[in-house]
């Protein structure tokens, strides 16, 4: 089994930054795409942000040259640095990881964090 935890969420003034990061633990080979996702209520969760293990890189147009993702394999952690925040970035905030957890086998799973909070005053 594979847990993600996140953690760095919280209450932030309009303009202000936070930094998010979600570990993954467990039976893990190797991690390809991990990203981040949100979601408010009444909404679908919607992609944020994601990264391969390779560096490339994807985001939402409603974040682009405000948020940044990056990772490190070394320790299966991925990160969020969120700047410029706006009231509308206020959401749970969940990671999602692609893992291999067998070296003997190509099959994947993906798995979710358990989410954290963001809200950004205005």
């Known amino acids: 089994q594979v847990q993600l935890v996140e953690s760095g969420g919280g209450l932030v003034q309009a303009g202000g930054s936070l930094r998010l990061s979600c570990a993954a633990s467990?039976?893990?080979?190797?991690?390809?795409?991990m990203g981040w996702y949100r979601q408010v209520p009444g909404k679908q969760r919607e992609l944020v942000a994601r990264?391969?293990?390779?560096?490339?890189?994807n985001y939402a147009d409603s974040v682009k040259g405000r948020f940044t993702i990056s990772r490190d394999n070394a320790k299966n952690t991925v990160y969020l640095q969120m700047n410029s925040l706006k009231a509308e970035d206020t959401a749970v905030y969940y990671c999602?990881?692609?893992?291999?957890?067998?070296?003997?086998?190509?099959?994947?799973?993906?798995?979710w964090g358990q989410g954290t909070q963001v809200t950004v005053s205005s």
């Open positions: 999602k990881a692609d893992v291999r957890s067998d070296a003997g086998s190509y099959s994947t799973a993906w798995y």
């Open positions: 467990g039976s893990i080979f190797s991690i390809n795409t």
């Open positions: 990264i391969t293990s390779g560096g490339r890189t």
